[in-house]
């Protein structure tokens, strides 16, 4: 099938759609990695996940087999650290070492890793909350930027601007390729981001109802239950504001929030190996899970080229649409 989008993102990453799939914690595997490679777009092994770094140097080895040569990344993310123990260092050494061909990042500057990574050819791609920081990272010297809005799921910053005010501002301002993420959770969102000046989109919340994606099939209902008023905000009081899915363990993160508690007092309800144990046994109730606005649009389980595939049948839609209402 001919393309159906030409852009500066496709072209970077060589993909047939202008399509991330960002990394997602425990979640992004060298499996879901490489199903998203086959189906057309860009997706990243969560190096978080791996506590060993000789682990993640597996997984990174699988995705490249199973890839067949197309393109994949390592997400690094470095976000404020709730806990002790920092590794960023010997990741990136490990991702120069392995030849990566991109990687995601996120929170901190990563100005001091790039000479490194352009060195070794790798594509940098860093994800930020704020067009400020998207523009900090240019002058940096990334090769392109993720800004997303409020609705993502995850990290949308303090600012809590929407992703339509995101992605125009930050197209009339930057030189360098643009993505936006949250809420995109249709090919209709991509043509409406490409409208507004990006030249991609990154996508989490959608695709987490993937076959690819291991976590239990009771989760995975949930999402499909769930509607776009079933997130909120946890650990603004941290000014680490996370969007996840509302259930026990939220109320009580933000009972404890309004009480003045610190980390120590939410960190058993917050922590990432309680995350793990929600997706291994499906009690979803139990834990605080990021999850996006776009949870909206994930209406069954399928494979992740099946979700793609209708993702571009929507896209194809949208400019058919827009095309009838043109005035002739």
């Not at 120590?264 to 144990?277: D, F, Q, Y």
């Amino acid at each position: 099938m001919t393309p159906l989008f030409q852009t500066r993102v496709t072209e970077l990453f060589g993909i047939r759609l202008p399509v991330l799939a960002g990394g997602l914690q425990w979640l992004a595997t060298p499996d879901y990695v490489a199903a998203a490679a086959h189906a057309g777009i860009c997706g990243f092994i969560t190096a978080a996940s791996y506590e060993d770094t000789a682990d993640l140097k597996s997984a990174i080895r699988r995705c490249r087999e199973l890839s067949d040569g197309k393109p994949f990344g390592v997400n690094v993310s470095m976000l404020p650290k709730l806990v002790q123990g920092e590794r960023t260092q010997a990741v990136f050494d490990l991702i120069v070492e392995e030849s990566v061909p991109f990687v995601e990042t996120s929170g901190r500057n990563p100005a001091s890793y790039l000479p490194a990574l352009k060195a070794a050819g790798i594509k940098v791609v860093h994800k930020v909350p704020a067009v400020k920081y998207a523009l900090k990272a240019e002058a940096e010297g990334v090769d392109a930027v993720a800004v997303v809005g409020a609705e993502c799921g995850g990290h949308p910053g303090m600012d809590m601007v929407g992703t339509f005010v995101q992605a125009n501002v930050a197209a009339a301002k930057l030189s360098i390729p643009l993505l936006v993420g949250g809420g995109i959770g249709t090919g209709a969102h991509l043509v409406a981001a490409l409208a507004l000046g990006a030249d991609g989109v990154v996508v989490g919340t959608r695709f987490l109802v993937a076959e690819e994606i291991w976590a239990h099939a009771d989760y995975k209902q949930r999402l499909i239950e769930a509607d776009e008023t079933e997130t909120t905000l946890i650990l603004s009081s941290l000014r680490n504001t996370a969007r996840v899915l509302r259930n026990e363990a939220t109320a009580t993160v933000q009972a404890l929030e309004n009480q003045g508690a610190g980390i120590e007092a939410l960190m058993p309800h917050i922590s990432g190996k309680v995350g793990r144990e929600a997706y291994l046994s499906g009690d979803w109730t139990k834990a605080a899970l990021s999850v996006g606005q776009s949870v909206a649009f994930a209406d069954r389980i399928e494979p992740l080229a099946a979700i793609v595939a209708r993702f571009e049948d929507e896209a194809r839609a949208a400019l058919a649409r827009l095309k009838r209402l043109a005035a002739p």
